[in-house]
């Protein structure tokens, strides 16, 4: 991913959240947390 315009200023103001995954790795995980998560089950299903 080149960029992204999501700002977690806020947070990391106020909860001190910093987040230790990079952007490009937490989409690969989420997203193969979902095929994963629907493979058995129809989309309509849900």
């Known amino acids: 991913?080149?960029?992204t315009y999501a700002d977690i200023a806020k947070a990391h103001e106020l909860l001190g959240y910093k987040p230790d995954t990079p952007i490009d790795e937490g989409l690969q995980?989420?997203?193969d947390w979902?095929?994963?998560y629907y493979s058995d089950r129809s989309?309509?299903?849900v």
């Open 1 to 3: 991913m080149k960029r």
């Open 34 to 36: 979902v095929t994963d």
């Open 43 to 45: 989309v309509l299903e």
């Open 29 to 31: 995980k989420f997203a």
